[in-house]
């Protein structure tokens, strides 16, 4: 038997281990599987080239509880060690740079955790344990070796009488984490991290139909038929998917097998994705993955956090900040690469060059994916549109790339369920829609309800209309303002449809330039300055004779503000203020001006304010009360 120190001069890292990881503890099993996983597929790769005696076989890891023992114990059949490497392995390497660590991460290493750090894996152990066993035996000839370490820089190392092939540690759990000898505890952990392991798990046993028995049919002596019961087998319980669907070529796949996956990813959701995006790059880096499209309709708050970031199979975390851009965040799947650089606790991104490139590959191939689904089968992309366009109107905000490539698939649906591309759109209108100046104006609505009657004035003069109902419609319109040439967007409700897209034909006024200035001094001795801006307009003698609209820009900051923008305006900066728009060629508007009592007068004012306010949806509360009251009154 052997006996020494562990090569480190510092001799309190193991309670350093202990107290910076502890609000991370519960990765040691991930780290002691990923341990027996690459020594098993390091034997794989040794017996395929013929460096090894030893038969591969079928190799699994086993996790085990001994409960009364108060011991957990990890087994692989992989390449196992002689007793030259553990010592080499376990006493050296794992703290070649324990000091430096110290230096670096004595204020930090809370934060920044270490495990992964100066091969630090297997030593994430002493989180939980209070002392380890290594008890293991060499794919050669070489006799077994048994470790043991209480948590101390002391440590044995002896021979075992293990014969078979690979690793087992064996954890005594402490008294503060007897938790983990708990079935339930293990059981989730290894769903959360090792769900997706390249070797199958083994926890325990369970019970299953014998596939071999087929019961037989019994019949009574009156002649009644039963069957026997079913024969049930007891088998390993394997945890994992050794082999999920990422780490497959496209080709092998077909629409179940991608469905399965995400049903087999999300068990609770019992809503279908709408379509997937495989990814499967190897140069100039390495990564594989499918991201799914789940049904978002109008929420933007979608829980993120669904994408699952692995590494080889290894479950590393859910915040894909950084490597996935982040309108894609919305999305669900997997993402698996060697190439993203982690730091020691394998938990956390780092700034770098990569990421910055795989950020960029996924952009682009989401991208070139929603084109060949728009150009393969527009009517099912148009049918799909209400429950992507979120993430697609996200990335042209936030991604100028996918700006650019998103024109050929971005859409554009009228009040009427006709959907245009920009460039269809841009010819469709351009004759008919452009101004006195030469700018393209886009019309749109927001609320197809509650804009009907802007909307069906629009529509009589020919005019296309979009609906454009998204939470973050207005910054959308702005980026496309300023990116396209000579276009303006204006909602139909903005202004009296005259005014929104200005032509020279413009109509005349019945009034003179006397009474129209009687008529403003008289209405703004009864309409309320702070809430509307009176404007006088000559328009068809049929149009309503009051119409309330809200200036675009006004508008349009307040709901920029609301969806987070809006630059350096605070939230309180835009009051509700609206324009009234009186139509001075309205009969109802002459009689207004002629009528000679000031009673009748502001009567009929305030009544058509209100029925301008009513179809906006403005009138409520009291006002509303006194309206309608007044309303059966005038009809008496």
Known sequence: MTKGSINVSVENIFPLIKKFLYSDHEIFLRELISNGTDATLKLKHLTSIGESKSEYGNPQIEVKIDKEGKKLHVIDQGLGMTAEEVEKYINQVAFSGAEEFLDKYKDSAKDSGIIGHFGLGFYSAFMVAEKVEIITKSHTDAPAAHWTCDGSPEFTLE??????????????????????????????????????????????????????????????????????????????????????????????????????????????????????????????????????????GQDFNIQKDKIQLYQNQVYVTDNVEGIVPEFLTMLRGVIDSPDIPLNVSRSYLQADGAVKKISSYITRKVADKLKSLFNSNREDFEAKWNDIKIVIEYGMLSEEKFFEKANDFALYPTVDGTYYTYDELFNKIKANQTDKDGKLVILYASDKEAQHAYIETAKAKGYEVLLLDSPIVSHLIQKLESSKENINFARVDGDHINKLIQKEDTEISKLTEEQKTALETLLKEVIPSEKFMVQLEAMDSEASPFIITQPEFMRRMKEMQQTGGGGMFGMGSFPEMYNLVVNTNSKLVGEILETKTKNKQERLINQSLDLARLSQGLLKGEELTKFIKRSYEMIK
Do not use: C
């Open 159 to 296: 021979a075992s009488d293990r014969t078979e092939r690979g690793t087992e540690i064996i954890l005594h759990i402490a008294d503060d984490s007897t938790e983990f000898l708990e079935e339930a505890r293990i059981s989730a952990l290894l769903q959360k991290y090792n769900k997706f392991m390249p070797v199958p798990i083994k926890f325990g046993t369970k019970e299953i139909n014998d596939p071999e028995h087929e019961p037989a049919t019994i019949t009574d002596k009156d002649g009644k038929e039963t069957k026997e019961p079913q024969r049930k087998i007891t088998v390993d319980n394997i945890v994992n998917n050794p082999n999920p669907a990422w780490t497959k070529q496209p080709t092998d796949l077909n629409d179940e097998d991608y469905k399965n996956f995400y049903r087999e990813l999300y068990p609770m959701q019992f809503e279908e994705p709408l379509f997937n995006i495989h990814l499967n790059v190897d140069y100039p880096f390495n990564l594989t993955g499918i991201l799914y499209f789940p049904k978002m």
